[in-house]
């Protein structure tokens, strides 16, 4: 798939991802990769940004495979703001739809 | 530093390409690099796939590396700190990307253009302004013969100062105003080049 799509897109992905459950990172690429052609490289500036600006909040989780897994939590204003940006995404994938019908 | 191969060299690669960063950030960067690899790992891949998958180091951590330039430039309040950054951004947005520097270069010069000739525009009319108003004042208070044309002449020369100070405020409002509208722009270039790769 043409990867000028993705762009904007990754970010509205882990948002939703993290809204339904607590997540952490290979979950996330493997989730959305399996979909969506992204270089693995590009969720974790991106899941370090969200945490930054205050979206998601992250704790360590003892996991059987090796080191601790992070996971991140979304917070009531990454809540808020993965509602805006579905909302916005839902518009916007529905004028495409209807001007391609 | 030629091709990395394993784990180990790819970890200790990127950790010297973010040297800049505060050490507690640098390290929490090689902790979720080094989860990933332990997860693919896991999960079946080699450690080649995995690096193939994450990109070069330099071009991750010249991400970080201008994500973190960025977000300090928009917290301060220092023209001069701010437009160093916005330099240091460039650099690292263009290493990322290289073709990325002709659709940078067209706002920031335009911008940073027009700002020169503003400026450039007010040191002149300042430097004249300035010292035939400062005459006029001083030259009224010390014997200018009617108490009329003393009076007008203060009014000038004060005028013509208060105006010459009103174009560098005016000047330094539209710089940081610029200057912010660039940091908004790094910020969705960079948003831009890491997502569409």
């Known amino acids: ?101 | 530093m030629g091709r990395v191969e394993t784990k180990n060299e790819y970890l200790a690669e990127l950790g010297r390409k973010l040297a800049r960063l505060p050490e507690s950030e640098r390290a929490e960067i090689l902790r979720d690099h080094e989860e990933h690899f332990s997860d693919a790992l896991a999960a079946g891949k080699s450690e080649a796939q995995v690096i193939q998958g994450l990109g070069s180091p330099d071009s991750l951590a010249q991400g970080y590396l201008a994500g973190r330039i960025l977000e300090q430039a928009e917290k301060s309040t220092s023209v001069g700190f701010r437009l160093v950054s916005v330099g240091r951004i460039l650099k690292s947005l263009v290493i990322l990307a290289p073709l990325n520097f002709f659709v940078l270069i067209g706002p920031v010069f335009v911008g940073g253009g027009l700002l020169a000739v503003g400026w450039w525009v007010s040191g002149l009319v300042g430097t004249i302004v300035f010292p035939v108003s400062w005459s006029a004042i001083t030259g009224s208070i010390l014997g200018a013969p009617e108490s009329l044309s003393r009076l007008s002449l203060v009014l000038g020369g004060a005028t013509g100062i208060f105006s010459a100070l009103t174009m560098v405020c005016i000047m330094a409002l539209l710089t940081s105003g610029a200057l912010s509208l660039v940091l908004r722009y790094l910020r969705w270039n960079l948003k831009f080049i890491q997502e569409g790769k």
């Open chain 1, 1 to 101: 798939m043409n990867s000028q799509f993705n762009k904007g897109v990754i970010e509205l992905c882990v948002l939703a991802l993290v809204n339904t459950k607590d997540r952490y990172g290979y979950e996330l690429v493997e989730r959305i990769s399996k979909r969506v052609e992204i270089s693995e490289g590009t969720i974790y500036p991106i899941l370090r940004r969200l945490t930054q600006d205050g979206f998601f909040e992250t704790y360590l989780q003892e996991s059987s495979e090796g080191p601790p897994r992070k996971y991140y939590r979304i917070t009531s204003q990454g809540r808020e703001a993965c509602k805006e940006q579905v909302q916005q995404w839902k518009t916007f994938s529905g004028h495409v739809d209807a001007l391609l019908k």
